[in-house]
């Protein structure tokens, strides 16, 4: 089946840091992908919709300044959490749709210091 | 009250067991899903249906669409089953087919 990869799988950072995740569809082109975050024990959160060649859509309460989304190519899209804080620390989790069905990527563990 | 609701939450089994998670849903859906999560966080897409029933291996898959339920199946449980099970809707007003409504997943552990 199709696949999505994420990288890094797991990354610390300093508070006040950026910090860039990508999401890639390894065997499929994406037009569209959607990024979620997930709180321990919590549900999947949809923060924004991403799409190829213009400006990603952002679910209330997400600030579009502080996580930015480059959707540059069909099989390529990036999370940048801009000056980060102890309270970004999450699961962050990209998916693409392909043939008609949603690949989730395998999610980037994010800690703040 | 969440648009949509898993049960159980916790479900332990002994191995071998026939396991049954529900989820049902309060909004009008294009599709569901039932996604599994493993302890390292990693999700897989099981199944998306939007009708009928749906088997790969020992798991099984079948949605109700006027009762807004659905129900996933293990068959001859074994420990590797162990994940958190979350079921997700697309509805029909979200546009895009990765607007997705979660659940809070229900978290099985199977016992050798």
Redesign the interface.
Known sequence: GAVVSQHPSWVICKSGTSVKIECRSLDFQAT???WYR?FPK?????MA?SNEGSKATYEQGVEKDKFLINHASLTLSTLTVTSAHPEDSS?Y?C?A?GNY???????T?LTVT | KNEVEQSPQNLTAQEGEFITINCSYSVGISAL?W?QQHP??????LF?LSSGKKKHGRLIATINIQEKHSSLHITASHPRDSAVY?C?VSPHYGG?????I????TKLSVKP
Do not use: W
């Open positions: 569209t992908m959607f997930q919590q549900s999947l959160m949809l919709t699961f989790i998916s749709n069905e949603q690949y989730f990527g395998p999610g563990r | 899903h996604l390292g966080g990693g999700i897989v897409s998306m979350i997700a895009s087919q990765g607007n997705l979660f659940g809070k997943g």
